[in-house]
C-alpha cells in the first residue's frame, strides 16, 4: 500500500465547473497536508495546506481532512484554463523531517 | 528577501559519472531538504540537513550524499551515476529541522539527464 495514494487521472473539468481532487494516505499519525500544484515542467507550488479536521478555504480552494477516514480533498471553484495542472497531495508528521508526496492528478479544465 | 535558489538548471551527465548539484536556502531558513522527482512521479524524500546535519533520510544509497554549510546552503552529490538517476532534483528549505508543520517551498530545480 502506498502511504500517499491519488488517481492519477486525467480528470477532465468544463471551464467554470467544480473541479474535486481526493487523496487517501495510510499513516494515521500524519498531522500536516498539502497541496502542491505542478505545472510542466515546473516545481510543485504549495496552494494548501490543513491541519485540523474539517474545511478550509482560500479564495477559489477548499482543503477538506477527515483523519478518521484518512482523506484528504481539494476543491477547485470556478476552475480556470490555468488551473490545469498536476495537483500533488502531500503529508507529514510533525516529529519527521520528510513530507510525504502522492503521484499527482492530473488536472485539465477544457473551455 | 530571496527565495530558494538551484544551480544548475539543466544537466547531462554520463553514466558512472559523478555530479554536485547546489541549494541556496531562503534567507533565515536552516533546513534543507533534497528531494528526487522522476517524470509522471511524485517527489521522493532523498535527505534533509539541519545545522549542518543529516536530519532524516529517505530510501536512497549512500551514493547519494549531502552537506550544508554554515550559511545553511547546501549541495546534493551522487556518484557513480545510474540511467534511472535521470530526474528532476528539487531543493526545499524551511526553518526548525523536524519540527515544523509548514509546507516547503521548493526551488525551481535542477533536470538532470543521465544517458
Known amino acids: 500500500q502506498k502511504e500517499v495514494e491519488q488517481n492519477s487521472g486525467p480528470l477532465s473539468v468544463p471551464e467554470g465547473a467544480i473541479a474535486s481532487l481526493n487523496c487517501t494516505y495510510s499513516?494515521?499519525?500524519?498531522?500536516?497536508f498539502f497541496w502542491y500544484r505542478q505545472y510542466s515542467g515546473k516545481s510543485p507550488e504549495l496552494i494548501m495546506s490543513?491541519?485540523?479536521?474539517g474545511d478550509k478555504e482560500d479564495g477559489r480552494f477548499t482543503a477538506q481532512l477527515n483523519k478518521a477516514s484518512q482523506y484528504v480533498s481539494l476543491l477547485i471553484r470556478d476552475s480556470q484554463p490555468s488551473d490545469s495542472a498536476t495537483y500533488l497531495c502531500a503529508v507529514k508528521r510533525n516529529s519527521a523531517s520528510k513530507i510525504i508526496f502522492g503521484s499527482g492528478t492530473r488536472l485539465s479544465i477544457r473551455p | 528577501e530571496t527565495g530558494v535558489t538551484q544551480s544548475p538548471t539543466h544537466l547531462i551527465k554520463t553514466r558512472g559519472q559523478q555530479v554536485t548539484l547546489r541549494c541556496s536556502s531562503q534567507s533565515g531558513h536552516n533546513t534543507v531538504s533534497w528531494y528526487q522527482q522522476a517524470l509522471g512521479q511524485g517527489p521522493q524524500f532523498i535527505f534533509q540537513y539541519y545545522r549542518e546535519e543529516e536530519n532524516g533520510r529517505g530510501n536512497f544509497p549512500p551514493r547519494f550524499s549531502g552537506l550544508q554549510f554554515p550559511n545553511y546552503s547546501s549541495e546534493l552529490n551522487v556518484n557513480a551515476l545510474e540511467l534511472d538517476d535521470s530526474a528532476l532534483y528539487l531543493c526545499?528549505?524551511?526553518?526548525?529541522?523536524?519540527?515544523?508543520?509548514?509546507?516547503?517551498?521548493f526551488g525551481s530545480g535542477t533536470r538532470l539527464t543521465v544517458v
Open positions: 526545499a528549505s524551511s526553518l526548525g529541522g523536524t519540527n515544523t508543520h509548514y509546507g516547503y517551498t
Open positions: 490543513i491541519y485540523s479536521n
Open positions: 499513516d494515521r499519525v500524519s498531522q500536516s
